[in-house]
T-cell receptor
Framework: QKEVEQNSGPLSVPEGAIASLNCTYS??????FFWYRQYSGKSPELIMS??SNGDKEDGRFTAQLNKASQYVSLLIRDSQPSDSATYLC?????????WGAGTKLIIKP | GAGVSQSPSNKVTEKGKDVELRCDPI?????LYWYRQSLGQGLEFLIY????????KSGLPSDRFSAERTGGSVSTLTIQRTQQEDSAVYLC????????????????FGPGTRLTVT
């Protein structure tokens, strides 16, 4: 069974600190990886996509991919209260995205 | 440009009634996806369209659920004889489909339709 695993949290991080979110996946054939943010009562919003091993930075966000270890992570620097949300990891396999259940992140002022 | 739109935003229906949910994808996006999200739960894949074809209907929960897409654009998800367990937020997403290896299939979501079956 193809799975994407995330710690459900909640993960509590002080404002200004680095939030680290992790995701592991089971299928080695996966090629593309995505992080979405979902505020309560809203639909998922794409934050980052990553396709190659290593780091990809976009503003305060850094996605990290390690295909050998089958994990992908998201770092949020200088965390803000507005970053409080559920973060969903999604892994592309063939045409479909396989979704993790999400990690709830709480940024404490 | 305009994003994915869905209608209605909220729908309350009585058990046993049929409902139709509509999705209008981003212009030029050939792939369209339907998901369901129950309160506090993750995304449940329902069906995928490439153009007007649905190569994968495996996620549809029962034969009460059906979907169609016309003109490679608007899609309608129909739930017949609704049950209380159908209550959820129904999300639609669209993406470009590329034949280039390694190209992203970034999905963009609409605001969802909140369905409540009483």
């Amino acid at each position: 069974q193809k799975e994407v695993e995330q710690n459900s949290g909640p993960l509590s991080v002080p404002e200004g600190a680095i939030a680290s979110l992790n995701c592991t996946y089971s299928d080695r054939g996966s090629q593309s990886f995505f992080w979405y943010r979902q505020y309560s009562g809203k639909s998922p919003e794409l934050i980052m996509s990553i396709y190659s091993n290593g780091d990809k930075e976009d503003g305060r966000f850094t996605a990290q991919l390690n295909k050998a270890s089958q994990y992908v992570s998201l770092l949020i620097r200088d965390s803000q209260p507005s970053d409080s949300a559920t973060y969903l990891c999604a892994v592309k396999l063939n045409y479909q995205l396989i979704w993790g259940a999400g990690t709830k992140l709480i940024i404490k002022p | 440009g305009a994003g994915v739109s869905q209608s209605p935003s909220n729908k309350v229906t009585e058990k046993g009634k049929d409902v139709e949910l509509r999705c209008d994808p981003i212009s030029g996006h050939t792939a369209l996806y339907w998901y369901r999200q129950s309160l506090g739960q993750g995304l449940e894949f329902l069906i995928y369209f490439q153009g007007n074809s649905a190569p994968d209907k495996s996620g549809l929960p029962s034969d009460r659920f059906s979907a169609e897409r016309t003109g490679g654009s608007v899609s309608t998800l129909t739930i017949q004889r609704t049950q209380q367990e159908d209550s959820a937020v129904y999300l639609c997403a669209s993406s470009l489909k590329s034949r280039v290896a390694g190209e992203s299939y970034e999905q963009y979501f609409g605001p969802g339709t909140r369905l409540t079956v009483t």
